[in-house]
């Protein structure tokens, strides 16, 4: 929702529940939620809004997929929101992306700043991804810049991505999949692009949502959901 908070819509039963995430007079907007490997909690971002004098603060929450209530909340840049939210494959680290183009990693058990990586471009954080075994950040803005950072915040490479782009290590983790404008798989030490394959525009997704897609080991290769398909759905191998 976004005002004042999450629905959890029961889809046996039908049954609802609205979890509040503010307490007054403040309200919640909600832009993001992304649920942990081990299905026991949803991370969602936003930001908390002041509802008399209209002052916000980028806001992640991460709640209890049980009993619906809120484990921890941790608050990100003032005057901005939180929007991409991505959970490192252990399960033990949270990284998330703001509006002004920064970006935490929290600890995924408590909320606690990791390490916050201050980005050059001024433009809203598009995607991110944590490396298997939380050793690097990858950040991606709205117009494309692209940053790999270490754990301790200090940065690797800078490269110019796709638009907009969705991104994602590949199954062997040598690698990143840029999916945006067209789509790219590039070495991570490098930046060099090994090979390309199709993408497409940004706009043709309302709300400036990116393509899905998962760097698969069991496919072996990137499945992407393309909306100009008809079957919607693409495959290219690694």
């Excluded at 908070?5 to 307490?23: F, I, Y």
């Excluded at 408590?110 to 050793?135: I, K």
């Amino acid at each position: 929702d976004l005002f004042p908070g999450v629905t959890a819509l029961d889809v046996v039963n039908g049954s609802r529940k609205t979890v509040s995430l503010a307490a007054r007079p403040n309200l919640a907007a909600v832009v993001y939620l992304r649920v942990s490997p081990d299905q026991r909690t949803w991370f969602i971002t936003g930001a908390d809004v002041n509802s008399k004098h209209n002052d916000q603060v980028a806001t992640t929450w991460a709640i209890d997929a049980g009993s619906r209530l809120i484990r921890w909340s941790a608050h990100g840049p003032a005057g901005a929101y939180a929007s991409p939210v991505q959970v490192s494959p252990d399960g033990r680290r949270l990284a998330v992306g703001y509006s002004t183009g920064a970006a935490d990693v929290l600890d995924a058990a408590n909320g606690r700043l990791v390490v916050r990586d201050a980005s050059s471009s001024p433009v809203a954080s598009g995607d991110l991804a944590l490396a298997p075994g939380d050793a690097e950040l990858v950040t991606a803005s709205l117009d494309g810049l692209l940053t790999i950072w270490t754990a301790l915040g200090s940065e690797q490479l800078r490269l110019q991505a796709p638009a907009d782009p969705a991104i994602g290590f590949t199954p062997d983790g040598t690698g990143l999949a840029l999916v945006g404008n067209h789509g790219e798989i590039v070495d991570r030490r490098t930046g060099r692009t090994v090979r390309r394959f199709p993408g497409f525009p940004a706009g043709l997704v309302v709300n400036y949502c990116n393509s899905g897609f998962a760097a698969s080991p069991g496919l072996g290769g990137v499945t992407h959901l393309d909306p100009r398909a008809e079957t919607q759905i693409g495959r290219d191998h690694v």
